[in-house]
């Protein structure tokens, strides 16, 4: 075999190495890295998934608490979904709010374990942002 057979061998063979490395990541990463999804994007897909992330804003006059069980529907004006929470809220949950939360769907009710909410006043995380500006639905000034 000729040196430039060889390198041309050894350039393929470590390329190959490198996308089964890269693939061997992503797949192990895959079940780590959870992606929300705003109401008007959940598909029959979410609604059966094991586990994922709803995100948008709390809707005005919906948030109902019973104890330690909180009730409430997270909107992004084109659709609305209830969720359901068992635990200690937020100190900054609000109407209006903008949320994270992750749990799975029980014949369209979500159940959260988690809720997220901004941090300050002025932060909004960048993906419910845009969506919610795609929509016309967003109108604060809010950056992260």
Do not use: C
């Amino acid at each position: 075999m000729s040196p430039k057979a060889k390198r041309f061998a050894i350039v393929i063979a470590a390329g190959a190495l490198l996308a089964a490395a890269a693939g061997l990541a992503m797949t192990a990463l895959r079940d780590n890295i959870v992606f929300f999804v705003t109401p008007s994007e959940v598909t029959d897909i979410h609604l059966s998934a094991e586990r994922i992330r709803l995100g948008g804003l709390v809707a005005d006059g919906s948030i109902l608490i019973d104890g330690t069980v909180a009730q409430f529907d997270v909107t992004d004006e084109s659709a609305t979904f209830t969720i359901r929470y068992d635990g200690a809220l937020p100190d900054l949950f609000r109407e209006g709010q903008g949320i994270i939360a992750e749990g799975a769907f029980r014949d369209r009710l979500f159940v959260a374990d988690t809720v997220l909410a901004k941090h300050d006043e002025t932060y909004m995380p960048r993906e419910i942002k845009e969506s919610l500006e795609e929509q016309g639905v967003w109108k604060g000034e809010a950056t992260n």
